[in-house]
């Protein structure tokens, strides 16, 4: 491993070459896009388990050009969107991964890892060095294997305030 995927002590994996075996393995491509077809991905926001009845597909689109980097992993052989990921930040000194999420046929094939990469990449290209995610339960280790290690320190924490008042889709959740 070179130097270069070590920083604090934390193992990085997104060398071009690893992406690139990872690519080849699977038949998969990760693209970097701002706009998308909007039933895949309902369908990767419901493999998430993040979309509610009631929320207007017609504004992922916004979703997509509100984020500051989105990611869609793609089987080659048949254009299928097979996962996503999007990144929120100010664009100047740090990021947030959001939405990370494979389709569950997928899962275990290093689709998940390429998508990241992909964003990590993309940030570090932004020159967005800090990067922080909340990690569902059950995924610790997963992120934990890339990189990511808890943040002891701190709480993440959810507004709860009026129930009635819009989510991201627009109605009440």
Aim: a negative charge; glycine letters at 12%; proline letters at 4%.
């Amino acid at each position: 491993m070179s130097e270069k995927n070590i920083i604090n002590g934390i193992r990085r994996i997104n060398t071009e070459n690893e992406i690139s075996e990872m690519n080849k393995e699977n038949d998969i491509k990760v693209e970097i896009v701002d706009s998308w077809e909007e039933d895949p991905l309902v369908e990767l926001y419901q493999a998430g388990g993040w979309w509610k009845d009631g929320m207007d597909k017609s504004r992922l689109g916004d979703l997509i050009r509100g984020s500051f980097i989105f990611a869609v992993a793609i089987d080659i052989s048949t254009r299928e969107s097979i996962g996503m990921g999007r990144v929120i930040s100010d664009g100047i000194s740090d990021a947030y991964i959001q939405d990370l999420v494979v389709l569950p046929e997928w899962r275990g094939r290093g689709v998940g890892r390429m998508i990241l990469a992909a964003l990590l990449d993309e940030c570090r290209a932004r020159k967005i060095f800090w990067t922080a995610l909340i990690a569902e339960p059950g995924t610790s280790g997963f992120y934990g294997t890339l990189g990511f290690k808890p943040m002891s320190e701190f709480v993440p924490m959810l507004f709860s305030g009026d129930e009635k008042s819009p989510g991201p889709s627009g109605a009440g959740e």
